[in-house]
T-cell receptor, first 111, second 116 residues
Framework: KQEVTQIPAALSVPEGENLVLNCSFT??????LQWFRQDPGKGLTSLLL?????REQTSGRLNASLDKSSGRSTLYIAASQPGDSATYLC??????????FGAGTRLTVKP | ETGVTQTPRHLVMGMTNKKSLKCEQH?????MYWYKQSAKKPLELMFV???????ENNSVPSRFSPECPNSSHLFLHLHTLQPEDSALYLC???????????????FGSGTQLSVL
């Protein structure tokens, strides 16, 4: 059974700092991995999707990496801003309908 | 705006009530999903519909009954719920459920359900 773990559960940083969020999964036979952002009481917004054949994806200040063999992914946020404060979730897809989510990392960026 | 709309945004119901959650997507997607998000727990997949056919029922109690009349609309009918069913219920859609490259999920804003 696929287990997805995100560490840390919560993170607080000062504005401008670069930071890394971690995601690990137990079954390396995945199709892809997706990082989402969730604001309080809201739905999820997809940030980056990495296919199993890829090593990383970039979008603006965000960079996500994937190491399938070790079952790890990181989300790097450069020059963090207060608007980045949210919960970040990773999800791995094993087959067409099996997508497993981590519990998320709650990020607070202080002005 | 993600193109996936859920109504209502908030719902309070008693254990004997019957209510329905609605989800509509304007993205031309072929797959729709119901997820449950409880406090401090990972998202749990409840149901999946591909091309209007239910392809996944993740051991969900029968007090939750999904309905997908067409590929743009998805309902979750609720009856005789329990207080532990209180959660954020999220709808999502994806373009092609059979393609690993075209199944980025788009989520609605969710319905916050409280069962008293």
């Amino acid at each position: 059974k696929q287990e997805v773990t995100q560490i840390p559960a919560a993170l607080s940083v000062p504005e401008g700092e670069n930071l890394v969020l971690n995601c690990s999964f137990t079954d390396s036979a995945i199709y892809n991995l997706q990082w989402f952002r969730q604001d309080p009481g809201k739905g999820l917004t997809s940030l980056l999707l990495i296919q199993s054949s890829q090593r990383e994806q970039t979008s603006g200040r965000l960079n996500a990496s994937l190491d399938k063999s070790s079952g790890r992914s990181t989300l790097y946020i450069a020059a963090s801003q207060p608007g980045d404060s949210a919960t970040y979730l990773c999800a791995v897809r094993r087959n067409n309908n099996d997508m497993r989510f981590g519990a998320g990392t709650r990020l607070t960026v202080k002005p | 705006e993600t193109g996936v709309t859920q109504t209502p945004r908030h719902l309070v119901m008693g254990m004997t009530n019957k209510k329905s959650l609605k989800c509509e997507q304007h993205l031309g997607h072929n797959a729709m999903y119901w997820y449950k998000q409880s406090a401090k727990k990972p998202l749990e997949l409840m149901f999946v519909y591909n091309f209007k056919e239910q392809t996944e029922n993740n051991s969900v109690p029968s007090r939750f009954s999904p309905e997908c009349p067409n590929s743009s609309h998805l309902f979750l009918h609720l009856h005789t719920l329990q207080p532990e069913d209180s959660a954020l219920y999220l709808c999502a859609s994806s373009q092609d459920p059979y393609s690993a490259t075209n199944e980025k999920l788009f989520f609605g804003s969710g319905t916050q359900l409280s069962v008293l």
